[in-house]
């Protein structure tokens, strides 16, 4: 049998390593937060599209439908609307169109928006070479622009059995107020706290 | 924590320490086993108390209970419902199960299993339950504070950020759950180092009770899932407080990401629930089957790999999150693996008691009344994991019969098994048998017409989490009520009978079970004397307690 210093030693040693094992796990988690982005982007996880500097594929005589979906978050006054509901394209080839913000109210907004596709499977052949999407927008106060948005489809999609029977792709924006954007409104809050919302209003969760 | 006879004090076998200080100062495992039991009783209390609440609310359609409390609560009925949810569930989870199965009966019975004197580290032991009344202080407060946290446990942004819920309740719920799983982290360290290195020489891994390796197991997923759950919650409450956004999309973040996070830990979560009770329901089928349990070194592993598998399908609690075709199928195949080694336990279970010499005490009872409601359980759980399947349920109160079966009617019966089993051994005194049969027989009956009827209502499409609901759905939800009743007046006679029987009841001896029992505190006096096995048990030649005197 051990003495008592030996098994006091043991005892410490198991310890330590479960702190270890504790504090690996909390660096793991907040490791995540830029790995789940990564993994968003090289496996489409989510309607996560792909980033191109430009299509290198023959465009190919399949066509497919993109249509095009603009939302606004409540906390920005702005109108944000695509200029062409949908296009047919060929695989392959580069296309360019437009949506057009507008800002609805008297000062000066700074906007970013979100982006994803459905069908989910075809995030990974859908390609953007230029977008408004990649930087924040600033409109000064009724300020009007059309942001443009080039993208491609990647004629793999048409070797990949899960995916090949896409006929039409929908790319979709949300466009928030930027967080350093928004009026410092922290009096603001606690004083709005009557207002506060049940999940039955948001949709549930 | 000596492992010989000869430190001073050892010579004063029962000396108990006097007063207040016995209990705040305590190192004793037994002392801290017992105020983790009472602890878990008093939080059952408040999160039962909820939950009749939420049944009464439920009962007939309209809004007839929390328009009133709402009201007492300076909040108004709908958002007091969802915080009545909440805390039921924070309370069942974190301040019921977790404290009565691992910091209760792990504390208590561990130690003697292996023929330890102690837990490893007593201070830290101390610690890791006065940390839990501070946790408990701080959820209820979290319901006092302004509107109270409505988020359900799940916690999902964006509803428990700042948009959802903007006073600081969120915030205290979010700090309670840091200091229980603080302590929990530390009680698993605890649990792993007193498991790992103080068995009783010859006592090998592989002739360890099975209580000792379920809870082996389950110290080893809290330590693994917790830290997520803390890491989540950090990011949470700097998303609330400090401008960041891990969570918010106009800052880059994605509430997706709080999801997988959340479930990183919350799948392994249920496993820590039950993964005990699979334990207590071994040694107690063994006992009054007066067989050894069948497949021992099967049920070990089974319990492994589930833990093991119970980290790799946290997605299918979101399905419906828009994920690929893929993802859906693999987090499918995987949960659907789980149903193995569950298969594996429950059959070995069945098999335990094929050609015993059953009878059936009231321990016995309770942990086949598992078995059953358990399968039950898993039945519905396999359904749920079909992605197909759950698109349709999501959300409904067919999941809430699921995992009320598997874990309200699994590790609550369980721990009443696991009560009545070691009864005599923490108290000394003798349960009526009377008393433990009718307690179960009325659960029984109460528990089943409480959630059966939540089948019908989930799969006719009746959602969870809304205080109201259409006319159409008002039959199922009374019968549902009036099991809850039954329910109710069944807890208040067993605790009626439990303060009657401790302050009078007749004196228990060492072994009451007989030929069954053979695990090592069924060889010291009932109740257990204060300090047990200083001279350490041999088990080299065998299991020292396999023919008892008695």
Known sequence: MSSRSDFARRNRRTAATAFVVVTGMVGLTFAFVPLYTLICQVTGLGGTPQVADRSDYEVSTQEITVRFDSNVDRGLPWDFVPNERSVTVNLGAEYQTSYRSTNLSDEPVTGISTFNVTPIKAAQYFSKIECFCFVEQALKPGQSVDMPVTFFVDPAILEDELANDVQTITLSYTFYRTLDDIPDKEPEFISQADTVLTTAQLGGT | ????????????????????????????????????????????????????????????????????????????????????????????????????????????????????PDMAFPRMNNISFWLMPPALILLVLSAFMGKGAGTGWTLYPPLSGLAGQPDMSVDFAILSLHLAGASSILGATNFITTI????????????????????????????????????????????????????????????????????????????IMILPAFGIVSHIVSTFSRKPVFGYLGMAYAMASIGIVGFIVWAHHMYTVGMGVNYRAYFVAVTMAIAVPTGIKIFSWIATMWGGSISFKTPMVWSIGFIFLFTVGGVTGVVLANAGMDIVMHDTYYVVAHFHYVLSLGAIFAIFAAFYYWFDKM?????????????????????????????????????????????????????????????????????????????????????????????????????????????????????????PAE
């Open chain 2, 1 to 116: 924590m000596s492992t010989t006879a000869t430190h001073a004090h050892d010579d004063h076998h029962d000396h108990a320490p006097k007063g207040i200080w016995r209990w705040l100062n305590s190192t004793n495992h037994k002392d801290i086993g017992t105020m983790y039991l009472w602890f878990s009783v008093l939080s059952a209390l408040v999160g039962g108390g909820l939950s009749f609440l939420i049944r009464l609310e439920l009962g007939e359609p309209g809004i007839q209970v929390f328009n009133v409390v709402g009201e007492m609560m300076g909040s108004e009925a709908k958002q007091f419902y969802n915080v009545t949810v909440t805390a039921h569930a924070l309370l069942m989870v974190f301040f019921v199960v977790m404290p009565a199965l691992i910091g209760g009966f792990g504390n208590w019975m561990v130690p003697m299993m292996i023929g330890a």
């Open chain 2, 196 to 271: 790992l290195n103080m068995r009783a020489p010859g006592m090998t891994m592989h002739k360890a009770p099975l209580f000792v390796w379920a809870t082996l197991i389950t110290a080893v997923l809290l330590l693994l899932a917790m830290p997520v759950l803390a890491g989540a919650l950090t990011m949470l409450l700097f998303d609330r407080n400090f401008g960041t956004a891990f969570f918010d999309p106009a800052g880059g973040g994605d509430p997706i990401l709080w999801q997988h996070l959340f479930w990183f830990f919350g799948h392994p979560e249920v496993y």
């Open chain 2, 427 to 547: 108290t000394g005194k003798v349960y009526p048998e009377w008393a433990g049969q009718l307690h179960f027989w009325t659960t029984f009956v109460g528990v089943n017409v409480l959630f059966f009827p939540q089948h019908f209502l989930g799969l006719a499409g009746m959602p969870r989490r809304y205080i109201d609901y259409p006319d159409i759905f008002a039959e199922w939800n009374m019968v549902s009520t009036w099991g809850a009743y039954i329910t109710m007046a069944s807890t208040v006679f067993f605790l009626i009978v439990t303060l009657f029987v401790m302050i009078g009841g007749r004196k228990s001896v060492a072994n009451p079970w007989g030929d069954g029992a053979t695990t090592l505190e069924w060889t010291v006096d009932s109740p257990a004397p204060f300090h047990t096995f200083e001279d350490t048990p041999d088990f080299t030649g065998g299991n020292p307690a396999a023919h």
